[in-house]
Each structure stands twice: as C-alpha cells, then as structure tokens.
C-alpha cells in the first residue's frame, strides 16, 4: 500500500516555539519519514534544538526557540518500498511588535536656582523606541549642561545646575515603527531673587512704596 500525507499551506508564526504535523496513512510497510527546510534535511545537527518524532501515523517537528531565521519552505517526505508522498508548508515568522508605552512617566517639579534636576521616564516597546527629550517643542540635544542618558528602558536628561530661564514644559517622546507616546510635566525654577523678596515680604521688611517729597526748611519765627 502507498503513502498519503495530510497538512498542507502557509503558516504565520510569532509565538515563542512552532509545532508542524502530519498525518500519514497506515502504510505497509511503515514509511520512514524526512524533514526539510528549502531542500534540505532538517537534522540535530543543522537546525539545533529540534525535536522529530513520528508515531501512530503522526509525524511531528518541534521548533523550541522560533526566530525569523526559520522562515522557510517545509516539508516533510514519507517513502516506503510501494511509494512516495510529500506535503509542504511555507512558515513565515512574524517579529512581536508592541508601541510605546510609558512605565514611569515625567513628573512635574519646583526647584531652586542653581539646584540639579533629573527629569525620567521608563519606556517599553518593540522594536526598541527611539527617545527624545524637548523643551517648549524644541528638541534637547545633549551637552555639558543638558545630559541625556539610557540605562536599559530608563531615561534621563540631567540639568547640571538650573536657572530661571530653565523653566517651561518638558516633554518625552518616544518612538516606534507601531507606535508613538508622550508624556509632559512642567519645571519651575525660582531665581534667588524671587524668593528673597518672597522671604522679606512674609517678615513685612518691603514698606508699601510712597511718593518721594522734597527737602524741607523750617526758618524759626521772627
């Protein structure tokens, strides 16, 4: 009796591992049964990691650990001594995509002048988002005194010491190829200035202010 094999078509793939099966009708005698990738025997040995089995008329390919590497054209040849059969399947792996998306967002703060301020966001995505810091639209580039740093999914712009002029809206971009995110906070940096006349004000050292008068003579009477 011949061999027939079942399981045939196109697969997308993006999960973690990959399972192929087959069918094969109960030849005689029992087929023996090869894989191939694009033409070639798929072994231990070329494609590591693999696990193929075959029992009870199905025969069955394990791929643990998919990546885009094993895209391919699969198939699978059963041969006994009355025939032949093939079936094929092409598998397309697909990468996991994700937008960005904020874990740690900005946050608004109010420091004094001359203080060091650390403004960070966590940000996740796949593929790995591109991210930019602005002030007031404008994009920060970084430097000495603006200083943009990445550990892991954690980002940093570091103002060495801030000023007055510091102040206004800051926001984080962040960037994918399916998606993109923002988060904004306000900085407030009070000049010493400010908050001496403040500090004066509250012990009621500034006077309302009055009109200046010229100097007087008083001449003792005749």
Not at 88 to 95: H, N, R
Not at 144 to 150: P, Y
Not at 193 to 215: A, K, T
């Amino acid at each position: 009796m011949g061999v027939d094999v079942m399981g045939q078509g196109r697969r997308l793939c993006s999960a973690p591992n990959i399972k192929m099966n087959s069918l094969c009708s109960p030849g005689f005698p029992v087929p023996e049964v090869s894989w191939f990738r694009d033409g070639q025997v798929i072994s231990t040995s070329t494609l590591p990691g693999v696990q193929i089995s075959f029992s009870d008329g199905r025969a069955r390919l394990t791929i643990p650990a998919v990546t885009k590497a094993n895209s391919g054209r699969y198939s699978l040849r059963a041969t006994n001594g009355s025939g032949q059969a093939t079936s094929t399947a092409e598998l397309l792996v697909t990468a996991e995509t994700a937008p960005p998306n904020f874990v740690q967002r900005l946050q608004s703060m109010t420091v004094r002048q001359g203080s060091q301020v650390r403004l960070q966001v966590r940000v996740t995505g796949i593929p790995t988002p591109v991210v930019k810091f602005y002030r007031d639209g404008a994009e920060i580039q970084s430097s000495v005194d603006f200083q943009i740093s990445q550990e892991g999914d954690l980002y940093s712009l570091l103002i060495a010491e801030a000023y007055p002029e510091d102040s206004g809206t800051y926001s984080v971009n962040a960037t994918n190829s399916v998606g993109r995110a923002t988060s904004t906070a306000e900085l407030l940096v009070q000049g010493m200035c400010c908050r001496l006349r403040n500090w004066e004000q509250g012990r009621g050292l500034i006077r309302p202010h009055q009109d200046e008068v010229g100097p007087r003579i008083h001449l003792p009477p005749l």
